[in-house]
């Protein structure tokens, strides 16, 4: 059922306290059309209350046990959808401009599917095999050597003279200064790290080199074919994905996984999460994204699964 952001207000006026992880508890300024009118017309009220099967999907949306949050930003798309679990039930709540659609998840895999390949494609091949787990240091100096890389790349194709050899130095000098919107700046608003100061920066090009990412780094960095055929077909990142999921049923570990996820191709997808072992980089098939996000819009309980 869609709702204005005015009618989603008007409902809230219902519940006088919310988790505040609820949709009550973020909601937006309200706009456009709504009353208490155009409610009761939508059967949702009657006399002024609720009417029962209305009271219980704004009940899990109010008080929910688990939430899933998804975002998908592409050039002028910005694709919000959250879904609101309690027990086996699940809500999905949509955001469309101005508006609020809310229904039953079971009734939408399928459509949002569909959607979403819209968006990322349907592709079962991916040109990079990266996978690997990194400390804090070398995902940071991976991150910076796939944005000169890219940086360089990019410069060629517009006839611009930029050095193909970049020394340890003015690797410092350069991961100091993320490029917009680069692969080092999604990195850093996903983990909060700070950046590696020189020494920093030799532990995490000597972790690299072990991984067979970078060749040598002592004086001038030569850095590994797979790593320069990565940042290639990395070129122009499009999209970001974001995915979190929170268990309320556990207090001491409420945001159960978050991952950010960068295309710039069908093809050419990278995810980006934190385990126990530090931060997982791995390319993805287009499929294996839709597949992710749909895993985390089904809203599983992960401490639930952790503690059996």
């Given at each position: 059922?869609?709702?204005?952001?005015?009618?989603?207000?008007?409902?809230?006026?219902?519940?006088?306290?919310?988790?505040?992880?609820?949709?009550?508890?973020?909601?937006?300024?309200?706009?456009?059309?709504?009353?208490?009118?155009?409610?009761?017309?939508?059967?949702?009220?009657?006399?002024?209350?609720?009417?029962?099967?209305?009271?219980?999907?704004?009940?899990?949306?109010?008080?929910?046990?688990?939430?899933?949050?998804?975002?998908?930003?592409?050039?002028?798309?910005?694709?919000?959808?959250?879904?609101?679990?309690?027990?086996?039930?699940?809500?999905?709540?949509?955001?469309?401009?101005?508006?609020?659609?809310?229904?039953?998840?079971?009734?939408?895999?399928?459509?949002?599917?569909?959607?979403?390949?819209?968006?990322?494609?349907?592709?079962?091949?991916?040109?990079?095999?990266l996978k690997q787990?990194?400390?804090?240091?070398?995902?940071?100096?991976?991150?910076?050597?796939?944005?000169?890389?890219?940086?360089?790349?990019?410069?060629?194709?517009?006839?611009?003279?930029?050095?193909?050899?970049?020394?340890?130095?003015?690797?410092?000098?350069?991961?100091?200064?993320?490029?917009?919107?680069?692969?080092?700046?999604?990195?850093?608003?996903?983990?909060?790290?700070?950046?590696?100061?020189?020494?920093?920066?030799?532990k995490g090009l000597?972790?690299?080199?072990?991984?067979?990412?970078?060749?040598?780094?002592?004086?001038?960095?030569?850095?590994?074919?797979?790593?320069?055929?990565?940042?290639?077909?990395?070129?122009?990142?499009?999209?970001?994905?974001?995915?979190?999921?929170?268990?309320?049923?556990?207090?001491?570990?409420?945001?159960?996984?978050?991952?950010?996820?960068?295309?710039?191709?069908?093809?050419?997808?990278?995810?980006?999460?934190?385990?126990?072992?530090?931060?997982?980089?791995?390319?993805?098939?287009?499929?294996?994204?839709?597949?992710?996000?749909?895993?985390?819009?089904?809203?599983?309980?992960?401490?639930?699964?952790?503690?059996?």
């Amino acid at each position: 059922m869609e709702f204005t952001l005015k009618e989603i207000h008007l409902l809230k006026e219902h519940y006088s306290d919310v988790s505040a992880y609820s949709l009550f508890n973020k909601l937006p300024a309200p706009k456009g059309e709504g009353s208490l009118e155009t409610l009761e017309k939508k059967q949702v009220l009657e006399d002024g209350q609720i009417v029962p099967a209305m009271k219980n999907v704004l009940d899990i949306i109010a008080f929910p046990e688990i939430v899933a949050h998804f975002q998908l930003k592409q050039l002028e798309v910005n694709m919000v959808k959250n879904v609101y679990g309690v027990g086996k039930q699940r809500i999905l709540v949509e955001f469309h401009r101005d508006s609020v659609i809310i229904s039953t998840y079971e009734t939408e895999i399928e459509s949002l599917r569909t959607e979403i390949a819209n968006h990322v494609g349907a592709s079962f091949q991916k040109h990079s095999l990266l996978k690997q787990t990194f400390n804090a240091e070398e995902l940071l100096c991976f991150a910076a050597l796939v944005d000169w890389l890219r940086r360089v790349t990019l410069g060629k194709l517009l006839n611009q003279e930029l050095t193909t050899k970049l020394s340890f130095n003015e690797f410092v000098s350069f991961i100091k200064e993320p490029l917009n919107n680069g692969i080092l700046s999604q990195v850093l608003n996903l983990t909060k790290l700070p950046i590696p100061n020189e020494s920093g920066c030799k532990k995490g090009l000597a972790g690299l080199k072990k991984k067979f990412l970078v060749e040598s780094y002592q004086d001038d960095i030569v850095i590994d074919k797979s790593t320069v055929l990565f940042a290639i077909n990395f070129l122009v990142p499009n999209t970001t994905i974001t995915l979190e999921l929170y268990d309320l049923t556990n207090s001491k570990k409420i945001l159960t996984a978050k991952e950010k996820i960068i295309q710039a191709t069908p093809k050419d997808i990278l995810s980006l999460s934190a385990n126990a072992e530090g931060y997982l980089a791995e390319s993805l098939t287009s499929t294996e994204v839709i597949s992710k996000i749909m895993a985390y819009l089904s809203g599983p309980s992960l401490n639930n699964a952790n503690a059996n």
